[in-house]
């Protein structure tokens, strides 16, 4: 059991190296966008499905109620929560459209939306971001792998470099709290 343990935290201090060397402009760029739309009033939509899903939530938290300092809360949404509109959208519409109907009815331009896939290819998540360029919104892809179709969808996509799936989405939040600490220091009294 110890050689597994050795080998995990093996596995995940390799791809924290990776990400740390290939995707610190990638993440950058997400902070600047997401911190030029907080100061402008504008909200971040977060959505994604299973472990991303709790990924969107767990993202969301830290902007609505706090990361680390005191500050004003900010719009932070996972569109992950409300099971009354998941279910009635999935089965309405379709389990490819509960992210979507939710942009439509609550992205207004110049919001963030935050899509979250470890393959960067869920259909749902897709038809939100491309919905979301169309509204006029800024789109970032939190992906892996090779980055699937979210490239095609995004202002930027953040692929971390790995096929591991629990690997990739421990890259995710570690990218969600920078931004939630860029958020924060871009709301510090001065």
Known sequence: MMSMIENEMNAHKKTIEKTIEELQSYVYTACIITTETINKGGKILLFGNGGSAADAQHIA????????????????????????????????????????????????????????????????????????QNIGCKTI?????????????CDVNIVVPSDDTARIQEMHILIGHIIAQAIDDSLAPQ
């Open 61 to 132: 938290a830290e902007l609505s109620g706090r990361y680390k300092i005191e500050r004003r809360g900010v719009a932070g949404i996972a569109l992950t929560t409300d099971t009354s509109v998941l279910t009635a959208v999935g089965n309405d519409y379709g389990y490819d459209r509960v992210f979507d109907r939710q942009v439509e009815a609550l992205a207004r331009e110049g919001d963030v939306l935050i899509g979250i896939s470890t393959s960067g290819n869920s259909k749902n998540v897709l038809r939100a971001l491309s919905l979301g």
């Open 141 to 153: 892809g939190l992906s892996g792998r090779d980055g699937g179709a979210m490239d095609d969808f």
